[in-house]
């Protein structure tokens, strides 16, 4: 079983949410945590509060869209401490709303930093990795790159794709000694649900109907920390994301009505904003 003794990690968004879970917990099992965000300012906090409490962090500011920054974020971590061991590609971003009133700018959006950037953080993290031997690269995906996720069509497909990279990898790197892991986890209390984009429904009523209790981001750091030091390919949590995972794999129509009760109660949503606004 691996352990995160003296070991150099990535984080990717790790400003907030299970992205600043995670370097807590790393940092508290004597990691030296890089924290990357876009927000400059809060990975700096972040990496000022784990100082302040004996870890060892600094922060970088990225866009993971970026792939000249991520390439320059991951070569400039290894010229300092001369090894990788850990790439946690984590930053995300969502749009909830019926596909009919996306457009191909909120897509775009999407599949750049939810999958270029998690692209652009394995193929830079995997090139060191092969020239030292070892390496472990986790991508950050979710329940929704294992099941249906209506009314959040691009953030699923993103995520759909992130599992079938990282799968897919997995297979590649380990006779190089390199390992990926794609983690998935169902709903967490994490940032994304107040900074994501929601169209044609109230923030308030959407989050009010979220079916299943949050679970904390300290308690999801350390299930994907269990999950890595185990090597587990899929690491997924928490309770209702396995039942649901474990429903889709015997039959996937079984969760059929599930899906279309969300469509049903978003679109009765959307049908009232798009009165009062009229």
Known sequence: METFNNKV??????????GRSLCMELAAQCSHVVVVDINKEGAEQVAATIAEQGGQAHALHADVSDEEGVGDLVSQTFAAHQRLDYMFNNAGISVTGDARDLQLDHWRRLIDVNLWGV?????????????????????????????????????????????????SLRAEAADLGIKVSAV??????SDIYQTSTILNAPREEILANIPFKLMDTTRAAKAILHGVARNRALIVFPRHAQVLWWLYRINASLLGPIG????????NLRTAALALNE
Do not use: W
């Not at 990690?9 to 400003?15: F, Q, S, W």
């Not at 329940?143 to 990279?165: C, D, E, M, Q």
């Not at 998935?184 to 209390?189: A, D, F, L, S």
């Open 260 to 267: 279309y009760k969300m469509v049903r109660d978003f679109r």
């Open 184 to 189: 998935c986890p169902g709903y967490v209390q």
């Open 119 to 167: 692209i652009y953080g394995t193929i830079a993290a995997y090139a060191i990795m092969v020239e030292q031997g070892y390496g472990h690269i986790v991508n950050i995906a979710s329940l929704a790159g294992l099941l249906p996720f209506p009314i959040n069509t691009p953030y699923s497909a993103t995520k759909h794709a992130v599992v079938g990279l990282s799968l």
């Open 9 to 18: 990690a990535i984080v990717t968004g790790g400003a907030s949410g299970i």
